[in-house]
């Protein structure tokens, strides 16, 4: 039987991109085109079998274009239609293959996104066949683009074998004492809500003096502009693979994000078995946030600091709790059904 040959052209790989990628080359050859990597998001990949990785800087526009032809996939997956190259070369392609846009927006019914979906009979659809979307807000976007009937959900996965075993080394220490610390990470970005949220937790430390601490992993262009306070421990970025310590000595996850399209890391700290505190403005937190945290509204410092508060109200045996409810919602889509997903598609 051939073998499905998949080709991503993409933007920004990460650790969980490359996690379902490496699910997927067990049943597919696959070809992934990538932008070079983000100083804000060094992550370290390995090799895959049955997969090719091209840095997209290191060819010219008709090189690449000739390496993803004679790659002659049948299905290609493109990052939104930003990347004009990648445009340009789906389309050149055999009108037989699908061709899968992958969106992360938000329907808000801006301008913007009105004249989009006017545009799109005309320009999007005659360029790919479907959507592939992260979530329900993604898809109703998608719908406005045109795609109803050809929309795939569940773009975005997290690394869900690597963050179980984590979870399988680490919280059974937490049952038995349950880490009284916050844990931020990702980007320090002003989106992401990083003054905000340090601000809540330095009020509440000096109108409710208590044992909680906040330690923060990632790195950016606010670095230098971190808050400083003897509670706030700032680690700097840390490949997914050497968490475990950070894992095992912090308790409940915080993103207090002011954009956030979806935010995979909530996925990731879900299946850790971490209580969730997400700002409405997060994506992932239809999926992920269900009695197991608190939402707040995004940039609101007395909003973030009555989650925190009311975290820190709860007794052990409640945020155990939350934290096993966070892992079976977290394992409830896997790289492995994020593979078949698209292999499916090849059929259809």
Request: hydrophobic share 40%.
């Amino acid at each position: 039987m051939t073998r499905t040959k998949i080709a991503f052209l993409y933007s920004e790989v990460a650790g969980y991109f490359m996690a379902c990628v490496k699910s997927l080359a067990k049943e597919a050859d696959v070809l992934v085109v990538r932008w070079p990597t983000n100083s804000e998001a060094p992550f370290q990949f390995e090799e895959i079998p049955n997969c090719t990785v091209l840095c997209k800087s290191d060819f010219s526009k008709e090189e690449l274009q000739k390496k993803v032809v004679d790659f002659q996939a049948d299905i290609v997956v493109c990052s939104g239609w930003m990347d004009k190259d990648y445009l340009k070369i789906v389309k050149t392609l055999n009108p037989n293959i699908k061709r899968v846009i992958s969106l992360d927006n938000h329907w808000n019914g801006s301008v913007k996104q009105r004249v989009a979906s006017l545009v799109s009979p005309f320009y999007l659809k005659r360029i790919f066949t479907h959507a592939w979307v992260p979530g329900t807000k993604q898809e109703k976007f998608a719908i406005k683009l045109g795609f109803k009937g050809n929309i795939l959900k569940g773009f975005y996965c997290a690394d869900t074998a690597l963050f179980n075993a984590k979870y399988a080394a680490t919280f059974d220490s937490k049952r038995a004492n349950f880490p009284k610390r916050f844990l931020y990470v990702a980007r320090y970005v002003e989106h992401k809500g990083i003054f905000e949220m340090w601000k809540a937790f330095k009020e509440l430390q000096e109108e409710l003096p208590n044992e909680w601490e906040m330690w923060c992993l990632g790195t950016g262009s606010e670095w230098e502009n971190r808050v400083k306070h003897e509670k706030i421990r700032h680690i700097g970025f840390v490949q997914p693979s050497d968490m475990d310590q950070y894992i095992k000595e912090t308790g409940v996850y915080i993103l207090p994000s002011k954009f956030e399209p979806w935010g995979v890391t909530t996925q990731e700290f879900a299946v850790c078995g971490f209580p969730l505190l997400l700002s409405n403005e997060i994506g992932s937190a239809e999926m992920f946030l269900s009695d197991n945290g608190i939402g707040f509204k995004a940039g609101d410092v007395d909003e973030i600091k009555s989650a925190m508060r009311k975290v820190m109200s709860l007794g052990e045996e409640e945020l155990i709790q939350m934290g096993e409810r966070s892992h079976r919602i977290g394992m409830q889509y896997t790289t492995e059904d994020w593979a078949k997903t698209i292999i499916n598609l090849k059929n259809k």
